[in-house]
């Protein structure tokens, strides 16, 4: 560290009961970056954004509920990490399927053996179009993960917007 | 939840809580429910109509909340079918959409598999333990290129007729020789496909052509089922193998009965037998039932079949076999077929099935009832020579008990049952049939979707028929639309019933449920019979103002709708009711405009229909109106026309242009006369 020379005979005296009056410190320490995960910042309030994006990661438990439901993160269970790799690959999997049907994120839930997925789509096409592709991500996801999944689907007029940033 | 909130019931801090009015609403519909076992007593109104009054402090049965959770462990009438999603918008309404999205499932799932058999390279990592090898890809390719047994047994695996029959040519002319066994799979196989490659699951209304061979399918249609059956041909690739085939055991012999008693050869069959039991070879069970079956074929008269099914049920004792309960079902349907004889027959038989510790299946009890119950639905429908105490017996012997699975006619007990229960008019027996129904796993003999419906559809007919409007309604509610979707018919079975016993308000609430049924664009006469009803009788002024209100919607469905609905043809009497509806209710300005529409649609309004309008307009002592009616009636050429401006001068007090008019139209339509 670097420190300034005194030449005020006013701080050589002062300095002996450690006022640092007048005193300039450079302080270097690793670089704290600003948070940027899941975060959508407030800019000109014309973008509508959903529940899920506007409240920030710190709110989860307790405004915010998880989006990926599994019990290997609990003490002394493994697995995590295939369960995460599993659910990025099913949530880019059915952003492709229902490829502008999606109004929110996927709620993915694992009881027992089953995958559950719940998805909020927006009521664009009619309901035949829906039940095919749900009878098709259902039949494919259960032969890529050897396990039964269902999925829960809820539809909706349009995004539901709860704020504008 | 329930066992919460029914903790802190009394407490005033639950009292204002949303949730627990929520709650409260629930438990007072739960709570009036007949008891849960009782499913054959119609269930009671839910209080969805009722005016909710929280009282200050309430005393709960010890049992209630046993009671409540109690009710949610049967069917939920106002759930959809279980493989759709629980969604407003992806529920169906209507029968057809229900078939519409499940085959749309049907086809996403069809669509992934072939995706997985296509690469099933990405598929093959196996996470699972224990193993699970139905979501493992099917290998669909035969592994083995090479001409010999292996590729041969492989193909009969895969199940490829053609390609499995070619195999076989091309190992004969390269002098190998194959197997007794591999031969014998292979002919079962020609035999069970009827010498045709299996074509995928298809609904009845498909057709598909193999390969590009064009086949000729004559449809023979078989009892009320018109099925496309394929003919066991002349120059057959299962006959050619047979003949070629040096030594063959009984196991060819059986598989090439079983398969021309199935395809329709019957007489070939017999030939075959014959030859069997010239040669002295041991027939087995399965061969001996596919010989009943085809018994009432080869003979004419209805005791030379029984005779033949006599004597090979001697045979088979002869040789030992045992019957299994697939002969005696196969026994019991050939003698549906032995004429009136056949039925004391029938009732032998299932005694013997009896002595011999064989339990009936469903089927057996169907072919009895199919035996004695044949004369009510032939064309001379008699009920002279049956004695409907067959079905009463039946359903002693059938009631409580749980079914498996054992015949493939099983399925058809419940559907015969039920018309027969409406043909004869009894509903205390189609309540029993309907309570063996939620006996264990019965649920499974309804069958396919349109069996289904077939059933509910007799059911709802008989209780329409036969009971008081309040439990009419409240099976309505509990089958419609959860179980199944009505037709026009059953519409109409509805507002009969409201209209034997008066409830004829209820009219607007059946027109919702019509509306969303999709009824209202296709069946017109469903429309002029609730128009009608509506307009006949004088009620209170609320009731006509929910009529008036219905009218209007009813309005909406005829003439000229947004591009692409279908809409009704506009008719005289629809038009002239709705009318009346309005007027009575008191809407007459829109009474009025109805009038204009008459002339657009080229309809002729009713001399009924005139003479209310005048009797308002005079009412309201509008003279305007009523001259501008005559001349309506006189545009029409309506010979009333006299004798409303007769009965216009008299009542009204005109003015000197609207008399000049009147006596001018009178004068028109006394030329006319």
């Not at chain 1, 600003?34 to 710190?58: F, M, S």
Request: charged fraction near 25%; aromatic fraction near 8%.
């Amino acid at each position: 560290t670097v420190v300034a020379e005194r030449n005020n005979s006013l701080s050589r005296i002062s300095s002996a009961i450690c006022v640092t009056h007048g005193l300039r410190a450079i302080h270097a320490t690793a670089t704290c970056y600003k948070h940027h995960a899941a975060r959508i910042r407030v800019g000109k309030r014309d973008k509508p954004v959903t529940y899920e994006q506007a409240l920030h990661p710190h709110h989860i438990a307790h405004r915010k509920g998880w989006l990926s439901q599994h019990t290997s993160n609990l003490e002394g269970e493994a697995g995590a990490a295939e369960r995460t790799v599993e659910d990025v690959f099913i949530r880019r999997f059915i952003f492709g399927t229902f490829h502008g049907l999606l109004a929110d994120e996927l709620v993915i839930k694992r009881r027992g053996n089953v995958l559950v997925v719940c998805a909020l789509l927006v009521q664009k096409v009619g309901p035949q179009k829906i039940y095919f592709l749900i009878g098709y991500t259902e039949a494919l996801l259960s032969y890529f993960y050897k396990c039964p999944v269902k999925m829960e689907v809820q539809m909706v007029k349009d995004r539901v917007v709860y704020k504008y940033l | 939840m329930a066992a919460l909130c029914g903790g802190v019931v009394g407490s005033s801090f639950c009292r204002n809580h949303q949730l627990f009015r929520l709650l409260h609403k629930s438990f007072i519909g739960r709570l009036g429910c007949n008891h849960v076992a009782a499913q054959h007593t119609a269930p009671s109104e839910t209080g969805s109509a009722q005016e909710i009054i929280i009282p200050r402090k309430k005393k709960w049965n010890e049992e209630a909340v046993l009671q409540a959770l109690a009710s949610t462990v049967n069917r939920d009438p106002t759930a959809s079918h279980y493989r759709f999603q629980d969604d407003a918008f992806l529920t169906p309404k209507t029968s057809s959409e229900f078939k519409l999205f499940s085959q749309s499932q049907e086809a996403g799932k069809n669509a992934a598999e072939y995706v997985v058999n296509t690469y099933p390279k990405y598929f093959t990592k196996d996470y699972a333990e224990p193993h699970v090898p139905c979501l493992m890809p099917d290998t669909l390719k035969p592994q083995v290129s090479d001409v010999s047994e292996g590729a041969l047994k492989e193909l009969i695996q895969l199940r490829k007729v053609r390609q499995a029959v070619s195999m076989y040519d091309q190992l004969l002319q390269a002098g190998t020789a194959v197997s007794l066994e591999m031969t014998n799979d292979l002919l079962d196989l020609i035999c069970f496909y009827g010498d045709q490659d299996p074509q995928q699951e298809e609904t009845p209304d498909q057709e598909k052509s193999e390969d590009g061979e064009e086949q000729e399918l004559p449809p023979k249609s078989r009892r009320g089922r018109s099925r496309k059956l394929e003919v066991w041909r002349k120059d057959n690739n299962a006959e050619r193998i047979f003949n070629l085939m040096a030594e063959r055991s009984e196991r060819s012999y059986s598989a090439l009965i079983r398969g021309m008693v199935k395809y329709g050869a019957q007489l070939k069959a017999f030939d075959l037998y014959a030859d069997m039991l010239n040669n002295r070879m041991s027939v087995d069970v399965n061969t001996f039932n596919a010989l009943i079956i085809a018994a009432p074929e080869v003979r004419q008269k209805y005791n030379e079949k029984w005779e033949l099914i006599v004597e090979i049920l001697k045979q088979m004792k002869e040789q030992g076999m045992r019957p299994s309960l697939l002969t005696f079902n196969a026994v019991l349907k050939s003698s549906r077929r032995c004429g009136p004889a056949g039925r004391m027959q029938a009732l032998q038989t299932l005694s013997e099935m009896k002595a011999v510790g064989i339990e009936p299946s469903l089927a057996s009890y169907n072919h009895i009832l199919a035996a004695f119950y044949r004369t009510v639905f032939g064309p001379s429908a008699s009920f002279s020579n049956v004695s409907s105490d067959i079905l009463h017996k039946v359903m002693d012997e059938v009631s409580g008990k749980s079914f498996i699975a054992r015949d493939p006619d099983d399925v058809h007990f419940f559907n015969y049952g039920m018309k027969i229960c409406c043909s004869l008019k009894d509903l205390g027996l189609a309540y029993r049939l309907h309570q063996l129904l939620g006996v264990g796993d019965n649920w499974r003999f309804l069958g396919s979707p349109s069996q289904e419906a077939h059933y509910y559809g007799r059911f709802f007919h008989l209780i329409c028929m036969m009971e008081t409007v309040d439990t009419v309604l409240l099976w309505y509610r509990d089958l419609v639309p959860s179980l199944f979707y009505p037709n026009s018919g059953a519409m109409r079975d509805v507002l009969q019933a409201l209209d034997t016993d008066n409830r004829l308000d209820l009219i607007p609430e059946i027109w919702k449920d019509i509306k969303r049924l999709g009824l209202s664009n296709k069946a017109g006469d469903l429309v002029e019979e609730v128009l009608s009803l509506m307009a006949r009788d004088k009620h209170s002024p609320e009731v006509h103002e929910s009529f008036a209100e219905c009218a209007l919607e009813v309005k909406a469905t005829y003439g000229s709708g947004e591009q692409g609905q279908v809409t009704l043809d506009w008719t005289a009497s629809a038009l002239g009711n709705i009318a009346s509806i309005l007027l009575a209710a008191g809407r007459t300005k829109q009474a009025w405009d109805m009038l204009p529409l008459f002339k657009a649609n080229n309809r002729v309004p009713a001399e009924k229909l005139l003479d209310d309008f005048l009797s308002s307009a005079m009412l309201r002592g509008d003279p305007q109106r009523a001259v501008t009616l005559v001349q309506l009636s006189a545009s029409f050429s309506l010979p009333a026309t006299a004798r409303l401006a007769q009965r216009v001068q008299q009542e009204c007090e005109l003015n000197e242009e609207h008399k000049t008019l009147l006596v001018e139209l009178e004068a028109l339509s006394h030329d006319k006369d």
